[in-house]
């Protein structure tokens, strides 16, 4: 079964810092671009990051671009989200999801995480 | 940025209804949209790509149409379980971005 599983829930204070992964397993995770997408409380749904299969290429909104990286490290099947200078607009569920082609970044999601929730509050 | 504008916002239906649900997207995209499914509390789920095309597994009711900048999803009948928020996303250029949402609530 093709599965992605987000951990690194937490509480963190303005300013902080967390870090999300996401484990793969069911289908060849070098083979796929890989995404995080969010979701803010009764809110809709907002691109944040995204990887190539080699982690030669990667993307991200403006609204993160300089305080977010996405990694990937292929060997253990897991992709990352370093978050840095955390403010309370970050706080969302965050979604890890695969790009629906292989190899390309296509920002086409067929496959997504359960989810898992940052909270920025002091 | 290309801005994606989702009409209605909110619609109620009955079992067995046809609904249509549109996507306007602020500039020209060609067929690259998509659409996804959401349950509260869940994880989007992927069911139309490249305008028409549909996703592995999801049932033939739904289908998509469009390019250009307008675009909709039909639901040709409601069964309960399709009663969710319903988003298109464009994939043509960075950043990819999502409509608003519209959720199809039952009547």
């Known amino acids: 079964e093709v599965q992605l599983v987000e951990s690194g829930e937490g509480l963190v204070q303005p300013g902080g810092s967390l870090r999300l992964s996401c484990a793969a397993s069911?289908?060849?995770?070098?083979?796929?671009?890989m995404h995080w997408v969010r979701q803010a409380p009764g809110k809709g749904l907002e691109y944040v990051s995204g990887i190539s299969s080699n982690g030669g290429s990667t993307y991200y909104a403006d609204s993160v671009k300089g305080r977010i990286t996405i990694s990937r490290d292929n060997s253990k099947n897991t992709l990352y989200l370093q978050m840095g200078s955390l403010r309370a607009e970050d706080m969302a569920v965050y979604y890890c999801?695969?790009?629906?082609?292989?190899?390309?970044?296509?920002?086409?999601?067929?496959?997504w995480g359960q989810g898992t929730t940052v909270t920025v509050s002091s | 940025d290309i801005q994606m504008t989702q009409s209605p916002s909110s619609l109620s239906a009955s079992v067995g209804d046809r609904v249509t649900i549109t996507c306007r997207a602020s500039?020209?995209?060609?067929?690259?949209l998509n659409w996804y499914q959401q349950k509260p509390g869940k994880a989007p789920k992927f069911l139309i790509y490249?305008?028409?095309s549909l996703q592995s597994g999801v049932p033939s009711r739904f289908s998509g149409s469009g390019s250009g900048t307008d675009f909709t999803l039909t639901i040709s009948s409601l069964l309960p379980e399709d009663f969710a928020t319903y988003y298109c996303q464009q994939s043509h250029s960075t950043p990819p971005t999502f409509g608003q949402g519209t959720k199809l609530e039952i009547k």
């Open positions: 490249v305008a028409s």
């Open positions: 999801a695969r790009d629906h082609s292989v190899y390309d970044l296509t920002y086409n999601m067929d496959v």
């Open positions: 500039q020209s995209i060609s067929k690259h």
């Open positions: 069911g289908f060849t995770f070098s083979s796929y671009a």
